[in-house]
Structure formats: structure tokens, C-alpha cells
């Protein structure tokens, strides 16, 4: 079984500072995959970026990254010089062979 | 391509009628996903499909609910009786498995089902 754990219900950061979004995960698989989704208030689903389990890179989506710590097993999304358009609820899932474990995501609000 | 369609987007129905909502995947993608968001229980994954075939439907909370994908580009989820507690938004997600894992989901923006 995967579990992906958010510990931040909600995370506040001003404009244009960066902020951190944690995320750990528990599997037992070797292979798999990571991947950071943003919902805004509107309700849809949006893809930010993917970590494989065998890169050995941090995959960065322009100002997005992940910060990717296979022994601690964490994937952290970092998001840089925060913008109003990025309050939304972010989730961390884990994949593998098709099928995706959610968190419970974090709810970023950016102050202007 | 214009992405992943549900219909409809906002559902009202009585208790104890059937619901059935809609979902057009991208084309070419081959797994189609079923979730159920809620607040109190996050996103919950009901089944999935691999090549229109139900592959796990372990996530189906009764026998109330069904789901089917009768060809590569189209899926339906019926409820049937719809509860109360059934209300919670829909999402329909679909991905295209490669030799890696670069695919994410892309979803459909949803269908909100009230069952009052």
C-alpha cells in the first residue's frame, strides 16, 4: 500500500518570497513516481511537475521544483517568487503502475 | 485536444434517484480514473480502467455504484439509489502510461453532485 502524508493544512507566504510545501510518502515499491497537483478555487485539477523515483535530478517546472529526498522519502514542492495566482490547495501523490495515492494537500494562501 | 470532459458539471438530484455522470477521456490516453473529493475525506480513487477494463474497483464504496467504459472514449458512473452522503464532486482523470511515469493525470474540471 502508498501513503502520501501533507503535514501543513494551510501555509501563508508573502508575495514574491519563496515557500515550501512538504510531502512524504510511504511505499514499498522501487519504482514509481511523485507528482505535486494544484487546485485553485475553481475546482479544477492542474499537473505542476513529476519526480521519478530513479532520477537522480530534482525535476524543476519553471518556478516550480521538488525537492527530492529518496532516503528520507520526501518530495517536497518548492515554489518560487510567489505570485497571488498561486493561492490554491496543492496535492502530493504517489503512483505507480498506473494508479495515484493523494494527500489530504496543503492550502496556500499568498499575502499581497 | 480539449481535454477531459465530464457532464454534466452540476447535478441535483432527490434521494434515492439514479445519477449518471459522463466522462470523455483524451484521446489515446489509456487509463481512465474515477475519483470522489470531499472535504472530509480528501480525494478518494473509486476505480480505474486500463484499456476501457476495470482494473481495480476496490475504491467503489457499495454496490450502489457502477461504472463502466463500454469503448476507449467514453466512461460512466451511476449511482443508483443516490444518498445524501453520496454528494461530493466527481472528478474524471485519464493518463497515457509510458515506459516512465512523466505522465500525470489531466482531470476534468468535475461534476458537483448535491443529493438532497
Known amino acids: 500500500a502508498q501513503k502520501i502524508t501533507q503535514t501543513q493544512p494551510g501555509m501563508f507566504v508573502q508575495e514574491k518570497e519563496a515557500v515550501t510545501l512538504d510531502c512524504t510518502y510511504d511505499t514499498s515499491d522501487q519504482s514509481y513516481g511523485l507528482f505535486w497537483y494544484k487546485q485553485p478555487s475553481s475546482g479544477e485539477m492542474i499537473f505542476l511537475i513529476y519526480?521519478?523515483?530513479?532520477?537522480?535530478q530534482n525535476a524543476t517546472e519553471g518556478r516550480y521544483s521538488l525537492n527530492f529526498q529518496k532516503a528520507r522519502k520526501s518530495a517536497n514542492l518548492v515554489i518560487s517568487a510567489s505570485q497571488l495566482g498561486d493561492s490554491a490547495m496543492y496535492f502530493c501523490a504517489i503512483t505507480n503502475a498506473g494508479k495515484s495515492t493523494f494527500g489530504d494537500g496543503t492550502t496556500l494562501t499568498v499575502k499581497p | 485536444d480539449a481535454g477531459v470532459i465530464q457532464s454534466p458539471r452540476h447535478e441535483v438530484t432527490e434521494m434515492g434517484q439514479e445519477v449518471t455522470l459522463r466522462c470523455k477521456p483524451i484521446s489515446g490516453h489509456d487509463y481512465l480514473f474515477w475519483y470522489r473529493q470531499t472535504m472530509m475525506r480528501g480525494l478518494e480513487l473509486l476505480i480505474y480502467f486500463n484499456n476501457n477494463v476495470p482494473i481495480d474497483d476496490s475504491g467503489m464504496p457499495e454496490d450502489r455504484f457502477s461504472a463502466k467504459m463500454p469503448n476507449a472514449s467514453f466512461s460512466t458512473l451511476k449511482i443508483q439509489p443516490s444518498e445524501p452522503r453520496d454528494s461530493a464532486v466527481y472528478f474524471c482523470?485519464?493518463?497515457?502510461?509510458?515506459?516512465?511515469?512523466?505522465?500525470?493525470?489531466?482531470f476534468g474540471s468535475g461534476t458537483r453532485l448535491t443529493v438532497v
Open positions: 519526480q521519478g523515483s530513479y532520477d537522480e
Open positions: 482523470a485519464s493518463s497515457l502510461a509510458g515506459t516512465g511515469f512523466d505522465y500525470g493525470y489531466t
